[in-house]
């Protein structure tokens, strides 16, 4: 207790009252007469306390020189009901402990009736005391106040009573209760983080049972044949572990331990005992019983070990502030709280009042009677909300109505849910939408409906080109003939590695048309990477605008992208030659693997048709609207950009790469080209936002990827922006969820609720379905999931399932929870895959990827910083004996050589041998604390500078933009601007300044071919950069077919 005051020293949880309100007016000296009887009486009110630094030294004040603290006053102006909130400023003054008593007494005038309260420092008192004390105010103020002599017997001085020392066998019996506990495991899957700084704020809820709970509870009893208490503690054991405590479980359970010849001895004499009980999911519920019943029965007999002494036996330090034996607690009052009495006559009510604190993370009092249940939920305000624990109170009685329907249920079995839970998640999931005719079962079905009844209407805009719907189809019958020539049919899978154009879009119509699936291919992405992906998916063919080395895949035959028609044929629209089937593939795309291997998800036409049709009501697409197509076609969010305006029947504009990370680019293509709907993620938002901002009123931003800043929402809310923060892993088509963002954000963001005929569910790792606000494994079912993982049987086997409502869904890996809303909230991953400025990287990929360089023994990968912003991707390696030097410079290269842009690590530090923890394994928090201090260091020694003593202006000049966008100092003439902490969009930055400064355009692959100061003066020397992979349009041929 004194260690708690210490801890939280602006803290008053260790402040407890006794009040009581009158009818009529309350005698002042007879109040006096009485407390100083009360006090006189009692050794350990008179009882004070020093404070020497981290001791606490005990005295006692004697008798006749004690001097009642009494104040007298005008009480708070509030009616009745408040009193007790305004009294809480009385009751909260903290005590000092410089000699002082720890109790004050205050009399009160209130209009309604005096008001007397006493407040008392925890050391000194508990909630038996206050009854004891209640009952003699009673006795001797009754025969104060008219004049009589104060009854003898409480005219007794009573000593302090002393608690022995603990015995050997008590402090066994601990010792062998809490062997191998592990304190670590009690907290739940509900509310917030711990509080680095704590204030143990709290606030509490009461809630009575129905009586039909109330009938339930008295026949479970008899039942289970336990006492009452130990019936609803297994109940709030099973509720606890239902939110992700235990299976090892320890609750709170004060325990008076009063003399048998004392048993109502005034001052603290209570010891919270730390019931250890296993919740296993396997046990029935009377099996649970008899197991909490002989634990409490067992420490009873043990209850005078103290509590710190008990706290003292625990192997090892908790890994948090709090009670290391129990963060929550459980209290059972044989009867109800006291309403009335009387006194002197006059009728009298307690007052109870809260002093707004909270030692647990959460207690329940129960109080019961024949005929009454009353629960009270007593909360940390800095791990819950009212609503948790309205909810924990509701699934309270839903536990116990579930159990008594059967007793030898196991517990793992039982869906602890209320009404409440059941009604929100059901209403969210009630997501059915049919499709029928007469809209298009397909995109390819809509495109083929625009080029029909509105031919002319622009489909694909890019730069001065406007295609038509018409020629946009003619284009994809080329694509499908050209297809059916090279042998490719219905269930192959053609690749597209080609930049962003009308053409691409033709030739997704034509692999369609063929009734094959298309594989998007980054035509960017290392050349062994492009090979893997091709011969993985077994391409038949791949379409691409470029020559594309493809190693070990020479014969595969490469397609020219399918030539635009100049005009559009005047004879009428043929009939559309194929009829898709909805569970047909429609693309392979790939993600990264954990073992080092991508994976490829088969995603159906169904997947594209939901989204497309859902998305295009939501966004209140029409044919007049223009999108901008930003986004990497291999990037599966290109899907809203790319087919939501196919299916409407609106226009796609395709937007150059620079449009992602340059807001000039970007400003000019709104006004340009008035797009209603934008799409990007956070990390573009925030690049381009000082440029756009004033454009984007009345706008649509769709966003999504990684996590949302808050301040990035507020700021395009404050614009003027119709923000929707959106959710879905690959596996389930880009977009899953619809978040439209309130004008009145707070402090977190929903990704929203389910699209349609997408049904969206929370598990916890023993496979139960979790109630709302219980963190667990996010679970998508419905039309957005994908067929399954192209050849990897056993990946399908963990990652997909069957729910018995919802049919086949896929276990995406995020963790979440349901707000009260009917909206999810995400919180981060459930394994080691990141979203690093929007791309989605798994971290066991670039560890097995870099395990193939013969000079690596061993590699962890971690993430240092906001991984929504600018966070770095650090490598750290164990060298193999025979790796020489310049380990991380070759290991730059070989990353660069065989992952994606965006998985290629900044900084490369290697080490003797990795630090491993008490598991044996890898202590990746050691690593990134590592790579936090050094990162920390390197920006503190701004002094150091590396290599730059060069007369080169130019390369001088360089070296200063690196700076610049770095951060840091140290920086040279061949500092790597990757492994000195840039990344891809920064570096998108850095070429925006470069071709500022020297109006060379500088293309980002010659900056990874060349990331250093003095090899990016050599290219503007040379004029290399001439920045021609924009995709502004063909030089020189607006309208020609390309050859392969």
């Given amino acids: 207790m004194w260690l708690l005051e210490r801890l939280v020293p602006d803290s008053t949880a260790n402040n407890l009252s006794l009040a009581f309100q009158v009818e009529g007016a309350l005698d002042g000296p007879a109040i006096r007469r009485t407390l100083s009887i009360l006090f006189r009486r009692y050794e350990v009110l008179r009882t004070v306390y020093f404070a020497n630094g981290a001791e606490l030294r005990k005295g006692v004040v004697p008798a006749d020189e004690f001097d009642v603290p009494l104040e007298e006053s005008d009480g708070p102006d509030v009616p009745s009901d408040a009193v007790a909130d305004g009294l809480l400023p009385f009751v909260n003054r903290r005590f000092a402990f410089d000699g002082r008593p720890l109790v004050r007494a205050g009399l009160f005038h209130h209009a309604d009736g005096d008001i007397l309260c006493l407040a008392f420092h925890h050391l000194d008192y508990d909630i038996i005391s206050g009854t004891t004390l209640l009952e003699e105010i009673i006795a001797l103020y009754g025969e104060l106040a008219v004049g009589r002599e104060a009854p003898a017997a409480l005219l007794e001085p009573v000593p302090a009573f002393h608690e022995p020392e603990p015995d050997a066998a008590g402090v066994e019996f601990w010792r062998g ?148 034996l129990a963060r929550h607690l459980f209290n059972y009052f044989p009867q109800l709280e006291l309403t009335h009495f009387e006194i002197a006559g006059r009728s009298a009510r307690p007052i109870v009042i809260e002093n707004g604190y909270s030692k647990y993370d959460l207690e329940f009092f129960v109080a019961s009677s024949p005929d009454v249940v009353q629960v009270t939920a007593r909360y940390s305000s800095e791990k819950f909300g009212p609503a948790d624990a309205e909810a924990l109170l509701r699934r309270y009685e839903a536990l116990l109505l579930a159990v008594a329907e059967d007793v030898e249920r196991p517990v793992g079995e039982l869906l602890v849910w209320s009404e409440q839970d059941h009604a929100v998640i059901d209403t969210a999931n009630d997501t059915a939408v049919v499709h029928s005719p007469p809209g298009p079962a397909n995109v390819l079905e809509a495109v083929h409906r625009h080029a029909g009844a509105t031919p002319d209407a622009v489909a694909v805009q890019h730069g001065d080109r406007e295609i038509g719907y018409r020629r946009l189809w003619e284009a994809g019958l080329a694509a499908h003939a050209t297809l059916a020539a090279s042998g490719v049919g219905p269930g192959d899978v053609v690749a597209i590695a080609a930049s962003r154009s009308p053409e691409l879009t033709a030739a997704v119509l034509g692999v369609w048309l063929t009734g094959a699936a298309y594989l998007p291919v980054d035509p960017e992405h290392p050349a062994q990477r492009v090979a893997y992906l091709l011969a993985d998916s077994g391409a038949r063919a791949v379409f691409t605008d470029r020559e594309l080395p493809l190693p070990g895949a020479a014969e595969l035959p490469r397609l020219s992208l399918p030539a635009i028609p100049g005009t559009a044929p005047q004879e009428p629209l043929a009939a559309l030659p194929i009829r898709i089937d909805p569970e047909s593939p429609a693309y392979l795309i790939y993600t990264s693997g954990s073992s080092g291997r991508p994976k490829g998800a088969l995603l159906p036409h169904r997947a594209i048709s939901n989204i497309a049709s859902d998305y295009t009501v939501r966004l209140r697409a029409t044919p007049q609207d223009a999108t901008l197509w930003m986004t990497t076609f291999a990037f599966d969010m290109a899907n809203l950009e790319h087919y939501v305006p196919l299916y409407s029947g609106g226009r796609i504009v395709v937007a150059p790469d620079e449009a992602r990370t340059d807001g000039k680019v970007l400003r000019e293509l709104i006004d340009r080209y008035a797009p209603r709907i934008l799409q990007a993620t956070p990390t573009t938002l925030r690049m381009v936002y000082e440029d756009v901002a004033d454009r984007l009123a009345g706008r649509v931003v769709v966003t999504g990827a990684e996590p949302v800043p808050v301040v990035l929402a507020k700021r395009l809310l404050a614009v003027g922006a119709e923000v929707v923060n959106a959710y879905g892993p690959t596996e389930t088509i880009t977009w899953c969820t619809w978040g439209v963002v309130p004008d009145d954000l707070g402090d977190r963001i929903s990704v929203g609720g389910p699209i349609q005929n997408i049904r969206m569910f929370v598990l916890a790792p023993d496979g139960r379905e979790l109630p709302v606000g219980v963190r667990g494994e996010v679970c998508i079912a419905g039309d957005g999931v994908c067929l399954g993982y192209l050849g990897r049987p056993e990946l399908n086997a963990e990652r997909f399932g069957e729910h018995p409502r919802y049919g086949r869904f896929y276990r995406s890996g995020d963790l979440g929870q349901w707000l009260p809303d009917g909206t999810f909230e995400l919180l981060g991953r459930a394994d080691r895959q990141v979203k690093l400025r929007g791309n989605r990287i798994e971290l066991g990929e670039i560890e097995a990827t870099l395990l193939g360089h013969p000079g690596v023994k061993g590699a962890a990968a971690v993430v240092v910083g906001d991984r929504s912003a600018d966070g770095r991707l650090v490598v750290f390696v164990e060298a193999a004996a025979d790796a020489g030097e310049g380990l991380a410079d070759s290991l730059w290269d070989f990353a660069r050589a065989e992952l994606p842009r965006a998985a290629v690590p900044q900084e490369f530090t290697v080490l003797d041998a990795l630090p491993v923890n008490a598991n044996e394994k890898v202590d990746h928090l050691a690593l990134e604390a590592l790579a936090t201090s050094a990162g920390a260091a390197r920006s503190a020694e701004e002094s150091v500078v590396t290599g730059d003593e060069t007369a080169d202006p130019v390369v001088r000049g360089l070296i200063g933009l690196w700076r610049d966008l770095l951060g840091h100092d140290d920086v040279g003439a061949d500092s790597n601007f990757f492994t ?65």
């Avoid at 990344?983 to 400064?997: D, F, M, N, P």
């Avoid at 992979?1029 to 077919?1041: F, L, N, V």
């Fill in 177 to 324: 209760q809490l062997e191998g506990f592990d304190p670590d495991g009690l907290d739940l899957w509900c509310g917030a983080a711990d509080a680095a700084d704590p204030t143990l704020k709290g606030d509490q809820l009461v809630r009575t049972l129905s009586p039909e709970a109330r009938t339930v509870l008295r026949t479970l009893q008899r039942e289970v044949r336990a006492p009452e208490a130990v019936v609803l503690l297994t109940l709030f054991d099973v509720l606890l572990a239902a939110h992700g405590a235990g299976p090892d479980l320890s609750v709170g359970s004060p325990v008076s331990v009063r003399p048998p010849e004392a048993p109502r001895t005034v001052g603290h004499h209570t010891n919270v005992l730390p019931l250890r009980v296993r919740v296993a999911p396997e046990d029935g519920f009377r099996t649970l019983v008899r197991r909490v019943r002989d634990t409490y029965f067992g420490a009873l007999a043990h209850a005078a070990v103290p509590e710190d002494t008990i706290a003292g036996l625990l192997p090892r330090a908790g890994s948090t502030w709090r009670n290391r």
């Fill in 980 to 1044: 000195s902490g840039g990344h891809s969009l920064l570096g998108a930055k850095l070429l925006q300044r470069i071709e500022e400064e020297y109006g060379v355009a500088v293309k980002l692959a010659d900056l990874f071919g060349s990331p250093t100061p003095a090899a990016i003066a050599e290219i503007l020397r040379s004029g290399a950069g001439d920045g021609t992979d924009s995709q502004d349009g063909e030089a020189g041929d607006t309208e020609g077919a390309r050859t392969a």
